[in-house]
């Protein structure tokens, strides 16, 4: 769920003018992409996951990307073995830009490590200065750093009391608007936030209308589950969800005024959307909808 709170907070620096625009380039913040195949992905390709740059995520390979990224993670300079991973000028684009969408833990760490640069300080010093203490959490969060300070992962390791997910939920179902009235979000961001993208594998039979938005997911039940009966009424495409693996939820609903969190240990990391994901989504949407009458 720390790609959401990411996600936000580019959102944040976006109105702040620290990030000018989604479609700048990534190495207007991040030059030392330079001469890698991200070098003109921009930041809201990375937003969405349609870099169209090559990531293998599989879970159960010791070999893939994610698997070196997590051995990195063990490494004494963590930051500079994660960087050359990901930046590694041999990994090549299996798409062009824009076009096809790949779930990325290499581009969702790119987009944390383009937001330290473009604010000048860790993930978790711009959460806690401009979310976590002005919305009055209730405890400190904990987001797992590289070094102190100055290097946190844009892509997993974020945690929270179950009551500061759901103050969270609330910031973004209210258009990131504080108790004091100021709104550090765009006007427009968090419906943006879930206007899922058309790119090729975003696209599914399971979700015709687009499986992702800026690090957020559709909510909606898949459009396969023919055997869900009742279903008249229950869909809700608006419906955004943080979700994390094994199952751990934030779900947003903003024309019900409704936040949901789910904390879970699903059997696998990744079950088929016919399984535990399709289970949450009924009864968010059932919720949500028995809200509405």
Request: hydrophobic share 40%.
């Amino acid at each position: 769920m720390g790609k959401s709170v990411v996600s936000t907070l580019i959102g944040v620096a976006l109105k702040e003018g620290k990030i000018k625009s989604l479609d700048d380039e990534v190495v207007k913040c991040n030059h030392d992409v330079r001469g890698t195949a991200w070098e003109h992905v921009t930041i809201r390709q990375l937003l969405q996951r349609t870099s169209g740059v090559s990531w293998n995520k599989d879970y159960t390979n010791s070999q893939s990307d994610f698997s070196q990224l997590t051995q990195c993670e063990a490494h004494l300079n963590t930051y500079a073995c994660v960087n050359n991973l990901v930046k590694d000028p041999r990994r090549k684009a299996y798409a062009k830009q824009g076009k096809a969408w790949l779930y990325s833990s290499g581009s969702a760490w790119l987009l944390g490590d383009t937001l330290e640069k473009a604010t000048g300080v860790s993930i978790a010093k711009y959460l806690q200065d401009k979310i976590w203490q002005s919305y009055g959490m209730s405890r400190d969060g904990v987001w797992y750093s590289y070094a102190v300070g100055k290097h946190d992962i844009g892509a997993h390791g974020f945690n929270a009391t179950l009551e500061d997910w759901g103050k969270f939920g609330l910031f973004v179902m209210n258009n990131g608007i504080l108790p004091n009235g100021k709104q550090i979000l765009p006007q427009n961001w968090v419906k943006d936030a879930r206007n899922w993208n058309k790119a090729k594998n975003s696209v599914s039979k399971l979700h015709p209308e687009g499986t992702y938005g800026y690090e957020w997911w559709n909510n909606s039940i898949p459009a396969t589950a023919t055997n869900v009966a009742p279903k008249t009424g229950l869909n809700n495409q608006d419906s955004m969800w943080a979700l994390g693996i094994y199952g751990q939820i934030i779900m947003v609903n903003q024309a019900q005024k409704l936040v949901i969190v789910q904390w879970s240990t699903w059997p696998k990391a990744e079950p088929s959307m016919l399984e535990q994901p399709l289970e949450a989504s009924l009864m968010f949407n059932a919720i949500a909808n028995k809200l509405a009458l």
